[in-house]
């Protein structure tokens, strides 16, 4: 039973400030189980202060979304085992928007959904590496002054862009997550601007630049959960940055296209690569316009890899992008 694991805060409490039209009039107290499965999306803390603060901020932001989605609450006891309890309950059925906690939080999550048939890719918006249980992992953001060679000689040119990487093209980022199960953000990887008091991070991602993140996110067909890690000294600072993330993310949902790569009506394209004297499969989807490339070294079924028009375009010049190469052995 959910309840046994949350608390909620009262809705009368989080109204007080919501204006008319607002995502607070639409955000239920959990009433029943049977209540839960009408809303794919779940949004849950793991304490009562970023709880309300996240809940009343989001709550006065406007309600543009035809979309389900309810906040649990906050978990009664705030332990990382209650935090698996909680995701074995809602994680068949329900993508989890968790806050609070570190990395060993989130490697609870990861490993509480993970599968018997897949590989668990996650993708880590952080300014250090981090410890994580994923198979695979697709760092966004590392800032290469707050980490050793050694750490940055572990990273690998397909599943890493750096804040540079970042700022110069931030719609690199959307391949990375299309085919994410899980997304975790640590807010340190944000600049100053975002959070008030926080000079220790004079360079890092803008709001902008995070906000498209989310977005992106919210339209990665295979996503489970998105957890940010936070600090929870600053509640009410934390709590509208986190409403205003959330609110790009719904957005990103409410936006998203159903697309199948295998999909007979999609556009494919062979392009021979000569200098590597091989041919080079890339879809186009029909409906949505993105790219995937084909998986050289796999059969006709595998999983097609997404990537950019750009990437299409520097294959037609016969050129690999450095973040294929890997495929290519």
């Not at 300014?127 to 953001?141: F, L, P």
């Not at 804040?163 to 807010?187: D, F, M, W, Y």
Request: hydrophobic share 35%.
């Amino acid at each position: 039973m959910i309840q046994h694991w949350l608390h909620q805060i009262d809705k009368q409490v989080l109204l007080q400030n919501a204006p008319e039209g607002s995502i607070g009039h639409r955000l239920l107290d959990l009433k029943a189980d049977s209540l839960i499965e009408d809303y794919p999306i779940a949004f849950v803390h793991k304490n009562m202060p970023m709880n309300f603060h996240h809940r009343v901020a989001l709550g006065e932001l406007s309600d543009h979304f035809d979309s389900s989605f309810i906040d649990l609450g906050y978990l009664r006891n705030g332990s990382d085992q209650s935090v698996s309890n909680l995701f074995k309950d809602l994680g068949k059925s329900h993508i989890i928007i968790f806050t609070g906690g570190n990395s060993d939080t989130s490697n609870m999550i990861i490993n509480t959904l993970r599968s018997k048939t897949s590989k668990q890719k996650h993708v880590l918006v952080t300014d250090k590496v981090q410890e994580t249980d994923a198979e695979q992992t697709n760092y966004i953001g590392v800032q290469r002054h707050l980490n050793t060679k050694d750490q940055l000689n572990e990273l690998h040119d397909a599943t890493t862009l750096s804040l540079g990487q970042v700022k110069s093209n931030i719609t690199k980022v959307e391949p990375l997550i299309r085919s994410a199960h899980h997304l975790t953000i640590n807010l340190h990887a944000l600049d100053h601007t975002c959070l008030l008091n926080n000079a220790k991070n004079l360079t890092g991602l803008s709001i902008y630049e995070i906000c498209q993140i989310l977005k992106y996110a919210g339209a990665a067909p295979h996503l489970k959960s998105v957890h940010f890690q936070t600090n929870e000294c600053k509640a009410t600072e934390i709590g509208k940055l986190l409403a205003l993330l959330s609110w790009y993310y719904l957005e990103g949902f409410e936006q998203a296209t159903s697309e199948d790569v295998f999909d007979d009506n999609n556009k494919k394209v062979v392009v021979y690569l000569e200098s590597l004297d091989t041919e080079i499969t890339f879809v186009q989807g029909n409906r949505s316009g993105k790219w995937w490339l084909k998986n050289p070294g796999e059969n006709e079924n595998s999983a097609f890899i997404p990537c950019t028009y750009e990437d299409y375009q520097t294959v037609c010049q016969n050129q690999v992008p450095d973040k294929f190469l890997v495929y290519f052995d």
